[in-house]
C-alpha cells in the first residue's frame, strides 16, 4: 500500500459524552497548516490573559435524547474573539427560524477557546439544518454582530449505516481496515442504526472582514515600579495595580526584564544587572513583598514601616540597603514561620511547590547554603570535594537531609522560592484577570558562577565567553562574561535543560522575550583571555585557513596579528600619562615601534593590572571611569587585522570593523583591499550552510517547551536566514527604528514592518527618545571637546535625517525633543503593522506635558549603559502608579491612539 500524507496542523482532540454501543457520526474536513494566527489564538498570551474567556461556560452535554431524535454537536474554531462576545449558532430546521443572534439555535460552550461547542437535540423530521456560526457584540449597542460570510452551511439527515463499525481498542489504529478486521478489532452492528450523535467538525470560522489581530503594551523592569506600598524597589505584587493602569490605557502586555537571582556578590550594587543569573529557575528575593508574608511577627510590620518609607522616598533604587534590609527581616519572617509549624507535612501547598521544583529546587538551595559556608558564589574555589560534577548529585541529596548541618539553610532557600514563587504566580493570575499578558525576558546566558554551570557544567564551554560584535551602542563590542554554550551535550540530553527553563517561566508568565536570539544560530565566542568584545569570532562558523591567506598574498600572519603600536598612537591616547604607560606596559619590539611585554600580553592581564585599586567599596562612578580608562588600552590590544584561534593555529578571524584599526591603516593598497574582500565574506556570507542548521536542531524543543508566545530579540548583525527560521516557527522578531536590518539607512520606517514582529520606540540598551536626542547628558558635556567629535557630528547628521524626512518637518530641529513630535513618534509606532507594539514607559509619560511624570533630566530615566559593564541599574518611577491612574487625562490620551490604531477590540 502506497505511503500517505499527514494532514499538517495540531492533533485533534474530540470530546463526546457517549456510551458504550452508541453510534457517533463524525463531519470533518481536512485541516490546514496552523498559521501563525491560529498559533498566536492558541498561545497561554491569548487563550488566558488578554482573550480569556470572564466566566467560561463548559460544554452542556445531552445525556439522553428521544428515539426520534438526534444530537448534533457544533464545533467551531474562531480565534480573537473578545472577553465580551460570544460565539453562537443561527439557522433554520424545518419548522424553526433562529437567524438572528439574539435567539439562536444555541450559544456555544467557551471554556475550551478558541474552540467552540454546543449541542441541540433535533428531530429527525426537522432535518436538513441551515446555519451559519456568527459572533455576537457586547450589549452596549457599540458594535454590531459578525456573520459568517456565505455559503450557508447544510446538514442533512444521515443515512442508515449498514456496515458502520467501532474499534475495540484504545490505541491508535495506522493499519488498513482489511487488517483491523481481520484481526478481531472491528465489532460490525448486527443492524442498521442511526448515529445518537452527529458531530459537526466545521474548522475554521469564515470572517467576514477582521483585522489582523494587533495588541499595545507597556515595557517596564519589575524594579522600576513604584507603588506606595512598595519597599525601596518594584516588588512582584506591584505588577498587579501596573496591569490595572496597561488595562485602563488599553494595553494588553506588560514586558518586565529578568526577574532572576543575580547574588553573584550577595548583597552588592553590581548584581543590579538583571542578566547575569546565578540560576535559570530561581526568583530574586529583592523582590519579596515583606507584608505579603504571612503571618508576620508580632510588632514587625511597625519596625518594617518607617524604613520602608525611607527607602522608598529615594529617587533611585537603593540596591544594596534595600536588598540588605528585606534579607534581614526574611530571616525574622522564616524563623517566626518555622516556629509556628509552617514548613512542615501539614502544608500541602508548600509540599506541591516543593515536588513542582524538584528538578531545581534542591540544587539550588544547596549551592546557595555552600556558597554562605564559602563566602563566595564562585564554586570553582570551594574546596575540591564540592566542586566535581560526579559528585554533586550525592551533595544535594545529602545536603538536603534533616539531619545535615546546613538543613536550615537550605531549607531557608527552599521557603524564600515557595514564597517568591507564590506571590510571582498570584500577581500573574491577577492580570490576566485584567485580560493583561504578563511577558518575561529569558537572558541568553548564565553567570560562570551559577548553580547551572555548578549542576550542568557538560552543558557550558567554561574556557569561553559570550558577548556581541561592535554597535552603535558598544564601539569595543560586548563581553557579558558567560560560558558558550556546549549544544551537543545540551541536544544529547534532549535539550531537558531548556525545556525546563522555559517550563518553569510559562508557570508565571504568558509570553517571553528571548534575549539575543542570533545565539541560536550563531554565539559571538571570545576567548577567556579577553576583556572586551572585540576579539571574538561567530561559532559555529568557518575560520580564514592559513591556506587561504597564502594564496591571496597575505604571507605575513605576525604582521597581521600582532598590535601593531606607534609610540604617537601611545601619545595621542594616553597624553601626559604615555610614559607611564610605556614604562610598565610596553617594550621595544614590532611589527611597530612598541610590542606588549609577555606579563601583559593579554586583555585580562592589564585590566588585573589596571584593578589593583578597585574594591567592593569602589562606587558606580569610579567604576564607569575605570571602564572608560581600560578602553583607552583596548585601542592597542586590538591594533591588529586578523586574531589567531587559540587552539588552532592556522585557524584566524578578521577584526570586526578591520578599517578602524591602526593596524590598516599602515597596509599597503593591495594587502587592504584584499583583507577587506575576505573581512566581508565572513561576516556576511560564509557561513548560511551552517546557521541555519544550527537553528533547525534547537528551534523545535524550544518553541514546544510551553505555551507562552514567544518573541525574539532579532537585533544586531542579522544573516539572511534568521527571520525566515523565526517566521517558520512562528518566533515574533523586534523591530526598533534606530536600529534598522537595512543597513544601508539610517533608520527603519515602522510602516515597513512585518506582521510577525514587535514594535518598541527604545529597549532598555537604549536611551528613551528624549535622551537620545540630546545626544549625551548635559551635566557630561564638554562643550570644548564632545561637539567636535565625529561621533557628535553623525549623531546630529541622523537626528537632521529624522526631523526632516521621518517628522516631515521643514524648520531647524530643535535641541529637545518637543513633546508634540515625541507623540508623533508614538504614533508612527501605533499605526505600523506589527503585531505588537510594546513602548517603553518613558517614551509615554511625556505625552502630556508634567513635571510630576518625568524626570527633567532624560538621562536620568536610562535602564542601561552598554557601553558601560559596570551600569548600576537603578532607574525608578517619578510618581507613583496610584498617581498615574489618576491621570485621566493621560490615560485616555494613549487609549485613544490604541484604539484608533485597532490594537484594542474589546472597548
Not at 439544518?129 to 459572533?135: D, G, Q, S
Not at 519597599?231 to 514586558?255: N, T, Y
Not at 500541602?348 to 556558597?371: H, I, N, R, T
Not at 559593564?869 to 490620551?893: A, F, G, P, T, V
Request: aromatic share 10%; hydrophobic share 40%.
Amino acid at each position: 500500500m502506497a505511503e500517505g500524507s499527514w494532514e499538517p496542523g495540531l492533533n485533534r482532540i474530540f470530546q463526546v459524552n457517549a456510551s458504550a454501543g452508541d453510534l457517533i457520526e463524525i463531519n470533518d474536513i481536512w485541516q490546514l497548516d496552523v498559521s501563525l494566527q491560529d498559533h498566536i489564538a492558541r498561545t497561554s498570551a491569548l487563550r488566558d490573559a488578554i482573550l480569556a474567556r470572564e466566566d467560561p461556560r463548559p460544554l452542556r452535554t445531552i445525556a439522553t435524547a428521544s428515539a426520534d431524535s438526534i444530537i448534533v454537536q457544533f464545533e467551531i474554531y474562531a480565534p480573537f474573539v473578545s472577553p465580551n462576545e460570544q460565539v453562537v449558532v443561527v439557522g433554520a430546521t424545518r419548522s424553526r427560524s433562529a437567524w438572528h443572534v439574539t435567539h439562536p439555535l444555541v450559544v456555544l460552550a467557551d471554556a475550551d477557546a478558541p474552540m467552540y461547542r454546543g449541542q441541540i437535540e433535533v428531530e429527525r423530521t426537522e432535518f436538513p439544518i441551515r446555519y451559519k456560526y456568527a459572533i455576537t457584540p457586547p450589549t452596549d449597542g457599540a458594535t454590531h454582530p459578525m456573520y459568517e460570510c456565505d455559503p450557508l452551511r447544510t446538514v442533512v439527515l444521515p443515512k442508515a449505516v449498514a456496515q458502520d463499525c467501532t474499534v475495540s481498542t484504545g490505541q491508535d489504529n495506522e493499519s488498513p481496515l482489511s487488517a483491523a478486521v481481520e484481526s478481531g478489532l472491528i465489532a460490525w452492528p448486527e443492524r442498521a442504526s442511526i448515529p445518537r450523535l452527529l458531530a459537526l467538525r466545521d474548522g475554521l470560522i469564515r470572517y467576514v472582514h477582521r483585522h489582523l489581530w494587533r495588541a499595545a503594551g507597556v515595557a517596564i523592569p519589575v524594579f522600576s515600579l513604584k507603588t506606595s506600598d512598595s519597599f525601596g524597589i518594584g516588588e512582584f505584587v506591584d505588577m498587579v495595580p501596573m496591569s490595572e493602569l496597561c488595562h485602563k490605557m488599553g494595553a494588553r502586555v506588560l514586558q518586565v526584564l529578568p526577574v532572576t537571582d543575580t547574588m553573584v556578590n550577595f548583597v552588592h550594587w553590581s548584581d543590579s544587572y538583571p542578566y547575569s543569573s546565578l540560576s535559570n529557575f530561581a526568583l530574586h528575593p529583592i523582590y519579596m513583598s515583606l507584608r505579603h508574608l504571612t503571618p508576620l511577627p508580632e510588632g514587625l510590620e511597625e519596625r518594617m514601616a518607617p524604613v520602608q518609607q525611607r527607602l522608598n522616598a529615594l529617587p533611585k533604587i537603593d540596591y544594596e540597603a534595600t536588598l540588605r534590609t528585606k534579607l534581614e527581616f526574611m530571616e525574622e519572617i522564616y524563623a517566626h514561620h518555622v516556629s509556628q509549624g509552617l514548613l512542615d507535612k501539614s502544608n500541602p501547598d508548600y509540599l506541591s511547590f516543593q515536588e513542582e521544583a524538584s528538578y531545581w529546587l534542591p540544587a539550588y538551595a544547596v549551592y546557595k547554603a555552600l556558597a554562605e559556608r564559602f563566602e563566595t558564589t564562585d564554586w570553582r574555589k570551594w574546596p575540591e570535594q564540592y566542586r566535581q560534577e560526579k559528585l554533586v548529585p550525592g551533595i544535594v541529596a545529602a545536603l538536603n537531609d534533616p539531619t545535615s548541618n546546613l538543613y536550615e539553610r537550605v531549607r531557608f532557600h527552599t521557603w524564600q522560592q515557595y514564597h517568591l514563587y507564590r506571590q510571582l504566580k498570584s500577581s500573574a493570575q491577577a492580570c490576566a484577570k485584567l485580560h493583561v499578558a504578563l511577558k518575561s525576558d529569558i537572558p541568553i546566558g548564565v553567570d560562570p558562577c551559577s548553580c547551572d554551570t555548578w549542576v550542568y557544567r557538560r552543558f557550558f564551554h567554561m574556557d569561553t565567553q559570550t558577548g556581541a560584535p561592535p554597535d552603535a551602542f558598544a564601539e569595543t563590542g560586548q563581553n557579558w562574561g558567560f560560558p558558550t554554550y556546549n549544544w551537543n551535550a545540551i541536544e544529547e540530553d534532549g535539550f531537558t535543560w531548556w525545556r525546563q527553563r522555559l517550563a518553569a517561566m510559562a508557570s508565571c508568565f504568558h509570553a517571553t522575550r528571548i534575549d539575543h536570539i542570533l545565539g541560536f544560530y550563531r554565539i559571538w565566542q571570545i576567548p577567556a583571555t579577553a576583556a572586551c568584545g572585540l576579539q571574538g569570532h561567530f561559532y559555529p562558523g568557518h575560520a580564514i585557513r592559513r591556506e587561504l591567506l597564502e594564496q591571496h598574498g597575505l604571507w605575513d600572519t605576525v604582521r597581521l596579528t600582532k598590535p601593531f603600536i606607534l609610540r604617537s598612537h601611545v601619545n595621542e591616547i594616553f597624553g601626559d600619562e604615555a610614559q607611564s604607560i610605556v614604562d610598565r606596559y610596553l617594550m621595544p619590539g614590532g611589527p611597530g615601534d612598541l610590542t606588549f611585554k609577555p606579563e601583559f600580553s593579554t586583555e585580562k592581564s592589564i585590566e588585573i593590572a589596571e584593578s589593583a585599586h578597585i574594591t567592593p567599596d569602589t562606587d558606580a562612578q569610579a567604576l564607569k571611569d575605570h571602564d572608560a580608562r581600560l578602553k583607552q588600552f583596548w585601542k592597542l590590544t586590538n591594533a591588529v587585522c586578523l586574531y589567531q584561534d587559540a587552539k588552532d593555529s592556522k585557524a584566524f578571524y578578521p577584526r570586526f570593523d578591520i578599517h578602524k584599526s591602526a593596524s590598516w591603516q599602515h597596509l599597503s593598497d593591495d594587502w587592504k583591499t584584499t583583507l577587506a574582500e575576505l573581512s566581508k565574506q565572513y561576516f556576511y556570507h560564509w557561513h548560511q550552510d551552517l546557521w541555519p542548521a544550527s537553528a533547525h536542531r534547537k528551534f523545535p524543543s524550544i518553541c514546544q517547551a510551553s505555551g507562552m508566545l514567544i518573541c525574539g530579540e532579532d537585533l544586531g548583525l542579522l544573516a539572511p536566514c534568521v527571520q525566515p527560521i523565526m517566521a517558520q516557527y512562528n518566533i515574533l522578531g523586534f523591530r526598533v527604528q534606530r536600529m534598522p536590518a537595512d543597513t544601508g539607512k539610517d533608520f527603519a520606517h515602522p510602516n515597513e514592518y512585518e506582521y510577525a514582529t514587535v514594535a518598541t520606540t527604545s529597549t532598555h540598551d537604549m536611551p528613551p527618545l528624549r535622551a537620545w536626542w540630546l545626544v549625551k547628558n548635559r551635566k557630561e558635556l564638554d562643550w570644548n571637546t564632545d561637539v567636535h567629535t565625529t561621533e557628535w557630528r553623525e549623531s546630529h547628521r541622523k537626528l537632521d535625517v529624522y526631523w526632516h524626512q521621518l517628522l516631515d518637518r521643514l524648520d531647524d530641529k530643535p535641541w529637545e525633543l518637543p513633546n508634540e513630535q515625541l507623540e508623533r513618534i508614538v504614533d508612527m509606532h501605533m499605526f505600523c503593522p506589527s503585531m505588537l507594539c510594546i513602548l517603553p514607559l518613558q517614551d509615554l509619560l511625556p505625552i502630556t506635558p508634567s513635571t510630576q511624570r518625568y524626570e527633567a533630566n532624560p538621562f536620568d530615566e536610562l535602564i542601561n549603559n552598554p557601553d558601560n559593564r559596570k551600569h548600576y541599574w537603578q532607574w525608578r518611577m517619578k510618581c507613583s502608579i496610584e498617581d498615574l491612574l489618576q491621570d485621566d487625562e493621560w490615560i485616555l490620551r494613549i487609549k485613544g491612539k490604541v484604539i484608533a490604531s485597532h490594537r484594542l477590540e474589546d472597548h
